[in-house]
T-cell receptor, first 111, second 113 residues
Framework: GENVEQHPSTLSVQEGDSAVIKCTYS??????FPWYKQELGKGPQLIID?????GEKKDQRIAVTLNKTAKHFSLHITETQPEDSAVYFC??????????FGTGTRLTIIP | EAGVAQSPRYKIIEKRQSVAFWCNPI?????LYWYQQILGQGPKLLIQ????????DSQLPKDRFSAERLKGVDSTLKIQPAKLEDSAVYLC???????????FGQGTRLTVV
């Protein structure tokens, strides 16, 4: 089955700086890669996703890049703000199969 | 648009007792998922429904966990009897169809003592 590894497990950045979280996947058939943000006591919230037919997608301060050859994808957050502090999860799936999640990154924005 | 609704938000039970969780997906979403999230880990799929049929229950501990989605809308997840290691957040998610964007509810935090 699919295996998703996520790094780093914790990340602290100064407010206004950029944050990058990286994930690798094992199943070359995976073609859908969403990113979720989870705040304390809440369910995961979908913030951006990418399919394997594109290499990069951007939504305001958030971007995701995908390297199918290397089987890795990354989340980039620019101009970080205190409200970006949360746990971020990457995930991968192939077609209609289940999402397999990474282990999460706790992002802390230092004012 | 209303999101995925789950209840209860919190539940504390003793081991060997039973418990049930309820989920109401986003209106019109055919696919419903139950995930288990142990503290410090990513969500793990327990069961996936397409309408009222089971698509994937390969990681559901069927000796103690059961789930149903009657009429293809609401769903319930039951644990009987509960074990200490079942302490986790149980998340329900739904998507329009299989493979589409999945949206999560707030989850039910279960503590087994």
């Amino acid at each position: 089955g699919e295996n998703v590894e996520q790094h780093p497990s914790t990340l602290s950045v100064q407010e206004g700086d950029s944050a990058v979280i990286k994930c690798t996947y094992s199943d070359s058939a995976s073609n859908y890669f969403p990113w979720y943000k989870q705040e304390l006591g809440k369910g995961p919230q979908l913030i951006i996703d990418i399919r394997s037919n594109v290499g990069e997608k951007k939504d305001q301060r958030i971007a995701v890049t995908l390297n199918k050859t290397a089987k890795h994808f990354s989340l980039h957050i620019t101009e970080t703000q205190p409200e970006d502090s949360a746990v971020y999860f990457c995930a991968a799936s192939a077609g209609n199969e289940k999402l397999t999640f990474g282990t999460g990154t706790r992002l802390t924005i230092i004012p | 648009e209303a999101g995925v609704a789950q209840s209860p938000r919190y539940k504390i039970i003793e081991k060997r007792q039973s418990v049930a969780f309820w989920c109401n997906p986003i209106s019109g979403h055919a696919t419903l998922y139950w995930y288990q999230q142990i503290l410090g880990q990513g969500p793990k799929l327990l069961i996936q429904f397409q309408n009222n049929g089971v698509v994937d229950d390969s990681q559901l501990p069927k000796d103690r966990f059961s789930a149903e989605r009657l009429k293809g809308v609401d769903s319930t997840l039951k644990i009987q009897p509960a074990k200490l290691e079942d302490s986790a957040v149980y998340l329900c998610a739904s998507s329009l169809v299989e493979g589409a964007k999945a949206f999560f509810g707030q989850g039910t935090r279960l503590t087994v003592v």
